[in-house]
């Protein structure tokens, strides 16, 4: 079951401009970088836009450095519009995620830590940095707090999780008992932490070895002992080593994957130099392993990369087992067959081969991601969804739903199955607090007592508005596979019994009225259905409502003038699926207006999500 460990604080997205004010190498592989400016407190943009001060209160917060093109003086930034920054699509802005190490909201004073080693934008931009060098940086966007209610931390990281984990050790409770793995190039690169009698640090070197070349940190993880009660865990650093730990930990350490935290901060892969520049990598030439990975997409492409992650072969592959006959073995496949199959993966580059193994190649390794992997695996979420994409003319010619059609269920009987509805469920919550915790703080929902929601992450909900509003009750509303997933979800989630008596559970569609209430909460809900649904949802709604109620929708619109691939996907998506689309704002105020209803205050909350007020 899901679980929220880490208070989260959402907040706004906002692009600044600061310079820098000094550089300082903190050991021979850490170099730390000083930003400072008046951006970093409130301030006013060119369209008058007012932009709340620079805030950090998450040890691992990061946020995107955007840096100019190589022989390029001004990098390539984004448009601000309608509380949302659009980034550009040809060139792109080029931009590097790093760790905030250090906020001084009274100097106005922001460390970045840069590990030194090898060609990079970033890292090159670092060993060329002088006071006075112009720097845009944007986020953080999500603060989480240190995880509450653990016994005892596991944290492990590389070089680059270094920052991360000094700030960590820096803010942990003077009772609390960690144990800390950090692997190094060397011992030069070590730092000392602020002492702390409940901390055990191991410092794990390389001298000299390549990141990767040897799993050190496994290694290190695995000698270790089990502990009584329970761990929270940190994992950050390469992508392939933290998954290998992740891994470990889960299958062997028996580690619930809720009480871990983990983040892949790079990837191995080899870089191509400019040629009048060897420091800095050559755009052109360094393709990006997952634009690539998005470009296979002609007709055996995908459904190779299917069946490959049907037959678990990168599994397989990054666990060790690299042969054909035993790989054969492991996915349950003929020799032969598969002997022809890794042949065509290696044509299409996911796979390589040195003598008679296989090992993955950097794009081959997204086939290890959990994420990515939904989208693939025929029980995923996500690749359950998409196969209506396989009606797609069907759906055009006649304008209507065709995942039955195709697989023989249509959607609703899809959410009926306990175990994708549960998935299902279960993913969304993953993400619900970055509209959930803003929403509730909404003034909208001032002094509000009864409240109704209708949402895939109507738990969370639910968790933020209980907090935020002492006297409110909630009510969920959900149809019956939904219903059994979240009397599951809430006694996981709220650890809080008297806030869990607040919330009520309810069998019943979102096309039938419920009990009066002073705000009906219908989020991201009316793009499943098309607008004479959608008119009568929002008829309900206002039908469910007390004295002075009100309707708050939040539903995510596009626009037509700046339309990119995602959203002509996702609006395909919806008319296979659902006979639907993805409204613009004019098609969703018209469904609205037709619904007898009318707009009454409009704000955006959370990541630019418009949240409207409606009344009869």
Do not use: C
């Amino acid at each position: 079951m899901p679980r929220r460990a880490r208070p989260t604080v959402v907040h706004a997205i906002v692009l600044r401009e600061l310079e820098v004010a000094r550089v300082v190498d903190v050991t021979p592989g850490l170099r730390r970088i000083t930003l400072t400016g008046d951006q970093l407190g409130p301030f006013t943009g060119p369209d008058g836009t007012a932009f709340p001060a620079f805030a950090s209160h998450g040890f691992d917060d990061n946020i995107r450095l955007v840096f100019p093109y190589p022989g390029d003086s001004e990098p390539v930034l984004p448009t601000y519009k309608d509380g949302k920054y659009r980034w550009p699509s040809d060139p792109p802005s080029l931009w590097r995620v790093y760790t905030v190490r250090r906020y001084d909201a009274q100097t106005r004073e922001l460390d970045v830590d840069f590990v030194k080693h090898g060609v990079g934008v970033a890292t090159t931009w670092a060993y060329r940095a002088n006071p006075g060098d112009r720097l845009h940086i944007g986020g953080p966007s999500v603060s989480k707090g240190l995880a509450e209610g653990y016994d005892r931390y596991l944290v492990v990281g590389d070089d680059t999780a270094i920052p991360a984990i000094d700030r960590l050790l820096t803010e942990l409770p003077d009772d609390a008992q960690a144990e800390v793995y950090i692997e190094v190039a060397e011992e030069s690169h070590r730092i000392d932490f602020p002492a702390h009698q409940g901390v055990e640090v191991t410092w794990v070197v390389r001298n000299g070895q390549p990141t990767g070349a040897a799993p050190l940190l496994l290694q290190a993880v695995r000698a270790t002992g089990r502990h009584d009660g329970s761990t929270f865990v940190w994992l950050a650093g390469e992508q392939s080593i933290v998954r290998d730990l992740r891994r470990y930990l889960i299958e062997e350490r028996d580690v619930d994957k809720a009480d871990i935290d983990f983040s892949g901060y790079w990837r191995r892969a080899e870089v191509v130099a400019l040629d009048e520049d060897p420091a800095l990598p050559d755009p052109e030439r360094n393709e990006k392993a997952f634009a690539k990975f998005h470009e296979m997409s002609e007709l055996l492409p995908p459904l190779a990369i299917r069946a490959a992650a049907n037959l678990g072969i990168a599994d397989g592959i990054s666990r060790g087992v690299r042969t054909v006959p035993a790989l054969a073995q492991h996915t349950g496949a003929k020799e032969r067959s598969l002997a022809k199959f890794l042949r065509y993966l290696q044509a299409i580059e996911l796979v390589d081969r040195d003598g008679d193994e296989y090992k993955l190649t950097e794009t081959g390794e997204f086939l290890t991601s959990e994420a990515i992997l939904d989208h693939l695996v025929a029980d995923g979420v996500d690749f359950r969804m998409s196969q209506a994409f396989f009606g797609l003319e069907e759906a055009v010619r006649h304008d209507r739903p065709v995942l039955e059609s195709v697989t023989g269920q249509d959607w609703d009987a899809l959410r009926a199955e306990q175990p994708f509805e549960h998935k299902r469920l279960e993913s969304k919550s993953g993400f619900v607090h970055i509209l959930a915790e803003p929403l509730a703080k909404s003034p909208v929902l001032a002094g509000v007592g009864k409240v109704v929601v209708h949402a895939a992450g109507a738990a969370v909900h639910a968790d933020y508005l209980t907090a935020t509003h002492p006297e409110a009750s909630v009510t969920i509303v959900a149809l019956p596979t939904a219903a059994d997933w979240f009397r599951r979800d809430v006694p996981a989630s709220i650890a809080d019994e008297s806030r869990r008596d607040r919330i009520r559970i309810v069998e019943q569609s979102v096309f039938e009225q419920t009990e009066p209430a002073d705000a009906v909460l219908i989020i991201q809900a009316l793009g499943q259905h098309p607008d004479a649904e959608a008119r009568l949802i929002l008829q309900r709604a206002a039908a469910s409502l007390g004295p002075d109620g009100r309707v708050l929708l939040v539903e995510a619109t596009f626009d037509p003038d700046e339309l990119d691939e995602h959203d002509a996907e996702l609006d395909l998506l919806r008319l296979t699926l659902h006979g639907s689309g993805y409204r613009t704002k004019d098609e969703l105020e018209a469904v609205i207006a037709d619904a007898g209803l009318k707009v009454v205050e409009r704000s955006l909350v959370g990541w630019g999500n418009m949240l409207r007020v409606l009344a009869p």
